[in-house]
């Protein structure tokens, strides 16, 4: 299994882009392959699909669409192209209040997604979708404090704490002044555990 590719884009295509990982040509598909620029060195977080007659590689830009991709895949009636169509509408936030408000009509405007698999992606989907609301599961004023308070707060949603409950105790952590990675995150299980 692949976590990411870093490369440099060699081709583009209407679905996948090649990527040249050290001599090694990769197709990768991908929601938007246009967003990507011929010759540019990039990082694709990447997800895996094997299937009977092939495996596939498929790439996002940002960690949080694959997470998002990996869970469209769990919903019943929803394969990798239906999954790809809904990230491509790019509005992750509308996706997700569309699923907790249950809103299946919404959906319904993807490519291959009917009323009964709009019905089940908000069936599979509703109240489990918070952490992809915002494209970094860090508030944007920790993000550039401390690499060491960044790690640990990244280690911390890791470890499975919800990004709502992490970012609740970032101001805490920050608070506590110049620490070390593992000071923080102790700290942070503290808060967390409480």
Same mark, same amino acid.
């Given at each position: 299994?692949?976590?990411?590719?870093?490369?440099?884009?060699?081709?583009?295509?209407?679905?996948?882009?090649?990527?040249?990982?050290? $001599?090694? &040509?990769?197709?990768?598909?991908? *929601?938007?392959?246009? @967003?990507?620029?011929?010759?540019?060195?990039?990082?694709?977080?990447?997800?895996? #699909?094997?299937?009977?007659? @092939?495996?596939?590689?498929?790439?996002?830009?940002?960690?949080?669409?694959?997470?998002?991709?990996?869970?469209?895949?769990?919903?019943?009636?929803? $394969? *990798?192209?239906?999954?790809?169509?809904?990230? +491509?509408? &790019?509005?992750?936030?509308?996706?997700? !209040? !569309?699923? @907790?408000?249950?809103?299946?009509?919404?959906?319904?405007?993807?490519?291959?997604? $009917?009323?009964? /698999?709009?019905?089940? #992606?908000?069936?599979?989907?509703?109240?489990?979708?918070?952490?992809? /609301?915002?494209?970094?599961?860090? *508030?944007? @004023?920790?993000? +550039?404090?401390?690499?060491?308070?960044?790690?640990?707060? +990244?280690?911390?949603?890791?470890?499975?704490?919800?990004?709502?409950?992490?970012?609740?105790?970032?101001?805490?952590?920050?608070? !506590?002044?110049?620490?070390? /990675?593992?000071?923080?995150?102790?700290?942070?299980?503290?808060?967390? /555990?409480?």
């Amino acid at each position: 299994m692949y976590d990411f590719l870093t490369g440099i884009i060699k081709t583009i295509a209407v679905n996948y882009i090649g990527i040249d990982v050290n $001599g090694v &040509g990769f197709r990768v598909f991908t *929601p938007n392959p246009y @967003e990507y620029e011929q010759g540019d060195q990039t990082i694709i977080f990447t997800e895996q #699909i094997v299937r009977d007659n @092939e495996i596939s590689l498929y790439g996002f830009k940002k960690v949080e669409d694959r997470n998002l991709f990996k869970k469209l895949l769990n919903v019943s009636g929803i $394969g *990798p192209k239906s999954a790809l169509a809904i990230i +491509a509408g &790019g509005d992750r936030d509308g996706l997700v !209040a !569309a699923v @907790e408000n249950s809103q299946a009509a919404y959906l319904t405007k993807f490519p291959g997604i $009917g009323s009964k /698999t709009a019905q089940q #992606i908000v069936l599979d989907l509703k109240g489990k979708l918070g952490d992809f /609301t915002k494209d970094s599961p860090l *508030p944007n @004023e920790l993000l +550039a404090n401390s690499a060491a308070l960044d790690d640990a707060l +990244a280690a911390l949603i890791a470890l499975g704490f919800s990004a709502k409950d992490v970012s609740k105790i970032g101001k805490k952590l920050a608070d !506590a002044g110049q620490l070390k /990675t593992d000071a923080y995150i102790q700290k942070g299980l503290k808060l967390l /555990t409480k």
